[in-house]
């Protein structure tokens, strides 16, 4: 069955860091990969989409690679603040079907 | 984009109860779907909500225990049948569209079952 990995330890770093997080998968061939962002008592807010047939996408401070052979995503967050603190997830998906989510990784960005 | 309001956005219920979510979306979408999360846990789907359609559900989950309406393009409700504790968790519905590749979520219904 699909699985996907993040790292389930929480991620600590200091302001104007970078922050990167890893978001490994098996038994699944992604169309596309997508990073969500989850603050305590809310609902996930969709940031970066990434397609299989692109190796990396920047929206501001936000970084996105994709690498189909590792079956790996990195997601960079530059310059760090600490309203950046949250727990980050990575979904998985292929054309308008269901994503598949991990369990996501908090980033606490310390001042 | 698409803005989604839940109700109600917590409760707390006694165990062989029902409790029924709703989920209202500011425009007309094609699909809406309905994720539990529980503690420590990713987010998992329990059925996919097209309009004019019966709601498809995910593996480990049936019709009986989570049933769904969907009456029209912007509106959804999931009902928590026969509550036991287990079924304490946040509940969020997402809606999805044509051309896009996002889904966008409600700030969920965290419901305790005691």
């Known amino acids: 069955s699909q699985k996907i990995e993040q790292n389930s330890e929480a991620l600590n770093i200091q302001e104007g860091k970078t922050a990167t997080l890893t978001c490994n998968y098996t038994n699944y061939s992604p169309a596309y990969l997508q990073w969500y962002r989850q603050d305590p008592g809310r609902g996930p807010v969709f940031l970066l989409l990434i397609r299989e047939n692109e190796k990396e996408k920047r929206k501001e401070r936000l970084k996105v690679t994709f690498d189909t052979t590792l079956k790996q995503s990195l997601f960079h967050i530059t310059a760090s603040q600490p309203a950046d603190s949250a727990t980050y997830l990575c979904?998985?998906?292929?054309?308008?079907?269901?994503?598949?989510f991990g369990k996501g990784t908090m980033l606490l960005v310390s001042p | 984009s698409a803005v989604i309001s839940q109700k109600p956005s917590r409760d707390i219920c006694q165990r062989g109860t029902s409790l029924t979510i709703q989920c209202q979306v500011d425009s007309q979408v094609t699909m809406m779907f309905w994720y539990r999360q529980q503690p420590g846990q990713s987010l998992t789907l329990i059925a996919t909500?097209?309009?004019?359609?019966?709601?498809?559900?995910e593996s480990g989950f049936v019709i009986d225990k989570f049933p769904i309406s969907r009456p029209n393009l912007t509106f959804s409700t999931l009902t928590v049948s026969n509550m036991s504790p287990e079924d304490s968790s946040i509940y969020l519905c997402s809606v999805g569209d044509t051309g896009w590749n996002e889904q966008f979520f409600g700030p969920g219904t965290r419901l305790t079952v005691l």
């Open positions: 979904a998985l998906g292929r054309g308008y079907s269901t994503l598949t």
């Open positions: 909500a097209n309009q004019g359609s019966e709601a498809t559900y």
